[in-house]
C-alpha cells in the first residue's frame, strides 16, 4: 500500500496514517493478518516522527482495526469493527478510491492536486436552460422537461442567453424537422 502525507495540510499528520490504513483495509488493499511497516520504517521512509506512527497505530488498534503482536508488529486484524461506516469514512473511502486509480493511470499527485483544484473552483449547475427563440414552443418544452428532470428548468431566446448560462446547463433544440414544421405551418402556402 502507498502512502502519501501533505505536511501543509489541517489534517494530523497522525490522522492521515490513521485514515490511509483504514481505506486500505476497507478497499482490501491491505489483507486480514498484512503486517503493516514498522513504526522505525515508515518514519524513515516519511521523514515522520516516530512518536507520530507509535501513536497511530494505537488509535488503529484502540478502533480495533489492527492488533499489536508482541515482538512481531503490527498486523491487520481478521475482522474488520462492526462499526457503521461513518458518512465521512464513506466520503474517505470514495477519495481513496479516486487516487488509486490516479495512480494506476499514471496520473501525479500535483497533476491529481490541479484537476481537482479546478473541479472545485467551477460553480456546479444548479439548473436547466432552454434557449429556444420561438416563445410558445420554448413554453411547452420547458413544461415537458421539468416532468422529466429533478434541477428546475428555465428558458429564455436567443437573445437573452448570454446573460442567464452562469450555473445552467444549455439545452437548445435541434434545427430540423420539429423547427421547419414550426416555421412551414406559419407561412402562408402559395398555390400554383
Same mark, same amino acid.
Given at each position: ?6 505536511? !501543509? ?14 481505506? !486500505? ?60 461506516? @461513518? ?20 496520473? @501525479? ?23 429556444? @427563440? ?33 450555473? =445552467? ?9 420539429? =423547427? ?13
Amino acid at each position: 500500500m502507498q502512502l502519501w502525507f501533505a505536511r !501543509g495540510s489541517e489534517v494530523s499528520i497522525r490522522q492521515q496514517l490513521v485514515t490511509q490504513i483504514v481505506l !486500505g483495509i476497507l478497499g482490501d488493499e491491505l489483507a486480514p493478518g498484512q503486517r503493516l511497516p514498522s513504526t522505525r520504517e515508515l518514519a524513515r521512509r516519511f521523514h515522520l516522527h516516530p512518536n507520530t506512527v507509535s501513536a497511530g497505530y494505537r488509535q488503529l488498534a484502540r478502533d480495533r482495526w489492527v492488533e499489536n503482536r508482541r515482538g512481531s508488529g503490527v498486523f491487520v486484524r481478521a475482522n474488520k469493527p462492526e462499526t457503521a461506516l @461513518s458518512s465521512g469514512l464513506a466520503l474517505d473511502q470514495l477519495i481513496a478510491g479516486l487516487f488509486r486509480a490516479a495512480r494506476k493511470q499514471g496520473v @501525479s499527485l500535483p497533476v491529481l492536486r490541479s484537476r481537482l483544484r479546478q473541479c472545485l473552483e467551477l460553480q456546479p449547475p444548479d439548473h436547466f436552460l432552454l434557449v429556444e @427563440s420561438d416563445e410558445e414552443l420554448r413554453r411547452i418544452v420547458a413544461a415537458e422537461m421539468q416532468q422529466a428532470v429533478n434541477l428546475p428548468v428555465m428558458r429564455c431566446g436567443l437573445e437573452d442567453c448570454q446573460t442567464a448560462l452562469d450555473g =445552467s446547463i444549455p439545452v437548445a433544440l435541434p434545427l430540423g424537422k420539429l =423547427s421547419n414544421t414550426m416555421d412551414a405551418s406559419r407561412q402562408p402556402r402559395s398555390h400554383y
